[in-house]
Each structure stands twice: as C-alpha cells, then as structure tokens.
C-alpha cells in the first residue's frame, strides 16, 4: 500500500471518528435534555433511552480506540492498515445492537398506530434481525479474516447484504409511519399542523439513515481494501442514537409550539400524561349533539397525548374516564 493511500485510508478513518464523536456528544446532550424535561416519563421510555446512551458511548470508544490503534500505536507503520483490530470489527455489532434497537422501538409505536397490523410489524422485525444477524456473521468474520484484503474477498458480500436490509428496513418504516401519519391528517384537522411537522421529521430522518447506508455501500464495493468506507459506516448507529432521543424530545417541542390560531398545544395534565386543548367551552351541533362525546385521543409523536374533538378544539374540563377508551390514534 502507498504512503497516498495510507493517508487515504488512514485519514479517512479519523475524519470518520471525528465525526463520529461530534454526533456521540450530541446524543450525550439529548439524553441530559430527555431526563430535564420528561423526569415523570414511563420506564420504559427511561430504560430505552439509558440503553441508548449506553450503546452510543461504548460505539464511541470502541471507534476512538481502534483510531488510535492505527494513527498513534502503529505511526508509521504502513502495513499495519491494512490489519483489522478487534476493536474495529466490534464497531460493526454496536452499529447493529443499536439499530435494530431503534428500529424495534418504531416497530411498536407503528403496532399502536395501525392497531394491530402483525404483518406490518412482524415485517419490520424480520428485517431487523435479519440485519443483526448479518452484521454479527460480519463481526465474526473480520476478526477471523484478520486484515481488509482478506475479508473483501470472502464477506464483503455478507456486509453489503446486512447494510442493504439496514437501508430497507429505514424505507419500510418511514413509509409506514407517513401512511399512518397522513391517515390521521385527513381525518382531523385540528391536529393537521403537528402532524405535517412530524411527516417532515420522519421522511427526512429516514432518507438521511437510508442514504449514509448506501454511501457506505458505494464506497465498500469501489473501495474494499481501505478505511473509507468505515469511516461512513460510523456514523451510522450515531444517526440511530439521535433519531430515536430526538423523537422523545421534539414532544416538548410539540407541546409549547404556537398554535396556527393562536391555541397552545398545552393544558393541565390530566391522567395517564394527557394534555388537554382548549379552546372554549364544548361545542355542540346544530342538531343539538354534544361534539364533547366524540372526542378522541391523539398520541402526538411518542406519546405526547392531546385530546382533540373531531369538528374542532374542545374543553378537557368533563373528560370522564370513558372518553380514554380505545378511541386512540397514534402520531409517530
């Protein structure tokens, strides 16, 4: 290998963990966000986020340790890139635990939303841990075949199918989710604002995990025997990390945003989380129905609850413990 291409491998590798770190510190800061803002969250949202964080800071390590290897342990010492350290290959299963994690967290909240659709979930669930398979199979076989040349040879095929499915399941859950998304538009106006907010947060946060995937693809298939792919593929659990925290935090956002007709999306808290919108007293039809009766709950992306009565805002101030049936679509 030449010095160019060493300094191409090499340098790429450590503007990859840069990167890497900047995105590390900043779901480092979502985490400190989610547990100022949300300190009565459920535990399971809690644990989610704690096993998050966990993942994302041993990624991190495992990253900067192999980095260091290379350019401070072995300076100088060509044929040493070409050598995959254990430390790289575990950065390929931390990016795998960490997706399928995410991607099992949206499979739930698009079961809520599609009230049950087992296809659909089951669908997503599969590509997950197919994806997780494929990317252990991946990790085995990089510490065995011990340097770059060797493992593009005979797996290079293994870790191209495990990035492809990661880009596949993205496709299949922002899909899911803007279906259901503009399903819930449609039907009620009133939270129609909220719901192109999270339409526009959900397709862009699918395609960017989609397209960092296939330019690590790209980049893998032209250039096999070097770090550059790596040094995308990095980033990609770090994308994961943040998607799923920034989907928990935006609900705060959510919650506090200015109404189109000057109505805050905020109210005092009623059971079980919920927030009521309020606009006035109930309102009733020109035939005499109480609209109060056909108010329906909305999950506001992640659990962010808000009680909205078709045909329009209505008081929370008589909510029974009956409108909280299974009256209940979920924004993701």
């Not at 596949?168 to 129609?192: H, P």
Request: with cysteine; net charge neutral.
């Amino acid at each position: 290998m030449s010095s160019e291409e060493v300094r191409l491998s090499v340098g790429a590798a450590f503007a990859g963990c840069m990167v890497a770190v900047a995105l590390s510190a900043i779901t480092g800061f979502q985490t400190f966000l989610y547990f100022q803002i949300f300190p009565g969250d459920a535990l399971r949202y809690k644990i989610l986020v704690v096993w998050i964080w966990l993942l994302d800071a041993a990624h991190t390590l495992t990253i900067c340790f192999s980095v260091w290897t290379y350019t401070i342990t072995n300076f100088g010492d060509v044929d040493y890139t070409k050598q995959i350290v254990p430390s790289l290959a575990a950065t390929v299963a931390f990016t795998a635990i960490t997706t399928v994690s995410v991607n099992c967290f949206y499979a739930w909240r698009i079961h809520k939303m599609s009230k049950a659709t087992w296809w659909l979930t089951g669908t997503i669930l599969l590509l997950a841990i197919t994806r997780l398979a494929l990317a252990f199979v991946t990790t085995t076989e990089m510490v065995l075949t011990k340097t770059f040349p060797a493992f593009a040879d005979g797996f290079k095929l293994v870790l191209t199918c495990g990035m492809s499915v990661s880009a596949a399941t993205d496709i299949v859950v922002s899909i899911a989710r803007y279906y259901y998304l503009r399903n819930l538009k449609q039907g009620y106006s009133g939270t129609q604002e909220v719901v192109d907010a999270v339409v526009v947060f959900t397709i862009n946060d699918g395609c960017l995990t989609c397209a960092v995937a296939i330019a690590a693809i790209i980049f893998l298939l032209r250039m096999p025997g070097n770090m550059v792919w790596l040094s995308i593929y990095f980033s990609i659990g770090k994308l994961f990390s943040n998607s799923v925290l920034a989907t928990l935090n935006l609900r705060n956002w959510y919650r506090y945003r200015p109404r189109p007709m000057g109505i805050p999306m905020t109210g005092r808290p009623q059971a079980h989380g919920t927030h009521t919108v309020s606009s006035g007293p109930p309102m009733v039809d020109k035939r005499g129905i109480d609209l109060d009766s056909q108010r329906m709950e909305v999950f506001v992306d992640q659990q962010v609850e808000y009680n909205v009565a078709v045909g329009g805002f209505m008081s929370g101030d008589n909510m029974s413990a009956h409108d909280h049936s299974n009256k209940s679509t979920d924004v993701v």
